[in-house]
């Protein structure tokens, strides 16, 4: 397999006036969010749209998934779709993000800065996408294969995708949030599948990054008390060697350092008196 390398980016997309922003957009990073993670039902409510819109996004993106196409081509289709649907393109402008969505190739772990880069045959594609529309937002991540991926591929995406599950399943109000990487790491470890550690799941509502920090990986650290209403991401990222990253110069791309491949699947969701929502469906 080739190395993933950078390739031109294109300039940045327009957003008309009438779709409105969130706030971080034009500065440096977003404030320092100090609220709550328990949304009332009307917030709820309003996720739920956007998790919507951020999905069906994502899926008109993974349509255009096949060799030849670049992943400039399937952040063009996820931003007039995003606008059309009068969401704006949370990771725009967020801390000088280029781009309307992450599309992230094998060994990019995520943060993938979509470019000129022609799609192969083979390859496993994570495109990541978050909508803000009434003040809050909808972040939703999957793998896509193009082409013909080798078995091995296609393994990790679907036992990447039933860890997401797993960890999901896991929700319940009273347990800890770190119950969700115990179970999601105890799966990943029977096929010797290193679990990323240095990007986890999040708090994810009004803010897009709240602060809450949910873990893919076993630790007795972050341990808050999962309550009803609590919203945040679970997206584990999976990699068939070893999971260390390191940070292309453009600042953004990660990637393994064994440029073993990744999978990563994403939900946004709400804790529920007995379970879950998924919200981005
Ligand atoms: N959507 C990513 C996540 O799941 C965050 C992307 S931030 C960006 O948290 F700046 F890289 F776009
Ligand atoms: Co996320
Ligand atoms: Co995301």
């Known amino acids: 397999m080739t ?59 993974a349509e255009l998934v096949t060799p030849g196409t670049t992943t400039d081509a399937i952040d063009a289709a996820i931003h007039d779709f995003l606008i059309q649907h009068g969401a704006y393109p949370a990771t725009l402008r967020y801390r000088g993000f280029p781009k309307s969505c992450c599309t992230s190739v094998n060994e990019v772990i995520c943060h993938g800065i979509p470019d000129a880069r022609p799609l192969e045959d083979g390859d496993m594609v994570k495109i990541d996408v978050t909508a803000y529309i009434d003040g809050v937002h909808g972040d939703t991540c999957a793998t896509y294969l193009c082409g013909e991926v080798d078995e091995a591929g296609l393994l990790l995406s679907e036992r990447t995708h039933e860890a997401m599950l797993r960890g999901i399943r896991a929700v319940r109000p009273g347990r800890r949030v770190n119950v969700i990487g115990r179970v999601i790491e105890a799966f990943a470890g029977r096929f010797g599948y290193g679990v990323v550690r240095d990007f986890t799941g999040h708090g994810c509502h009004v803010a897009f990054h709240s602060g809450l920090i949910i873990p893919h990986y076993d630790t007795p650290r972050f341990d808050d008390l999962m309550v009803p209403g609590m919203c945040f991401t679970i997206e584990p990222m999976l990699a068939e060697g070893s999971p260390e990253s390191s940070i292309w110069a453009d600042g953004w791309t990660a990637v393994t350092r064994d440029r073993s491949r990744v999978a990563q699947f994403e939900h946004t969701l709400v804790v529920t008196e007995d379970g879950a929502e998924i919200l981005t469906l």
């Open 3 to 61: 190395p993933v390398r950078p390739y031109p980016v294109t300039p940045m997309r327009q957003v008309p006036e009438r779709i409105p922003r969130p706030p971080y957009v034009g500065d440096p990073g977003p404030e320092l969010y100090d609220g709550p993670d328990v949304m009332p039902p009307e917030i709820v409510e309003k996720m739920r749209h956007a998790g919507r819109v951020a999905a069906a996004a994502m899926a008109a993106g």
